[in-house]
Antibody, heavy 124, light 108 residues
């Protein structure tokens, strides 16, 4: 069974840094793109970017793509050795308050498996 | 970036058919995907590649495509279908992902 398990809720102050995680299991983690999606309170889904961890057997290198709306605002990374993708901020703003989902880009490029979401609250 | 346009809300009575549409020029060349999200839960994939259903999704959920519009059809709507439905696609280059604004389905 494909599973994505995200790290727990965070409460931070403006200006602080944060790194949240998404651990994949039940599939070959390096061979699938993992995306990040933001959902602000009461709002819709926004694609932030995704990462291809890289599969040495198929000789595809690691790759990261960002939505233009999030380029420069966040950093997406992955550690293949622990089957985990990350989303990080260097300086949080109150407007970063949202639920953040990770999702595997699987069957036919669909987001076919989702994490449970990580609530990030940024407040002074 | 570009926009996928969905109607904000659709209302139907139990047992009726609900149709939720999503429009964008890029849909003539890019596949569409549909997701359902109930309150407090993560989205779930309902339809991929315009018309295909993942295993475990009931047959009463179907997708279709015509020109710049794709449609999610829910036949025999049940109370449990009350949720937010999102379409998703990519830009014409296939590089960037986009979600529609979401449609809230209300079962009367």
């Amino acid at each position: 069974e494909v599973r994505l398990v995200q790290s727990g809720a965070e409460v931070k102050k403006p200006g602080e840094s944060l790194k949240i995680s998404c651990k994949g299991s039940g599939y070959t983690f390096p061979s699938y793109w993992v995306g990040w999606v933001r959902q602000m309170p009461g709002k819709g889904l926004e694609w932030m970017g995704f990462i291809y961890p890289g599969d040495s057997e198929t000789r595809f290198e690691s790759d990261v793509r960002y939505s233009p709306s999030f380029q420069g605002q966040v950093t997406i990374s992955a550690d293949k050795s622990i089957n985990t993708a990350f989303l990080q901020w260097s300086s949080l703003k109150a407007s970063d308050t949202a639920i953040y989902y990770c999702a595997r880009r699987g069957i036919a490029a669909a987001f076919d498996s989702w994490g449970q979401g990580t609530l990030v609250t940024v407040s002074s | 970036s570009y926009e996928l346009t969905q109607s904000p809300s659709v209302s139907v009575s139990p047992g009726q058919t609900a149709r939720i549409t999503c429009s964008a020029d890029a849909l003539t060349t890019q596949y569409a995907y549909w997701y359902r999200q109930t309150p407090g839960q993560a989205p779930v994939l309902l339809i991929y590649q315009d018309t295909e259903r993942p295993s475990g999704i009931p047959e009463r959920f179907s997708g279709s495509s015509s020109g710049t519009t794709v449609t999610l059809t829910i036949s025999g709507v049940q109370a449990e279908d009350e949720a937010d439905y999102y379409c998703q696609s990519a830009d014409s280059s296939g590089t960037y992902v986009e979600f529609g604004g979401g449609t809230k389905l209300t079962v009367l």
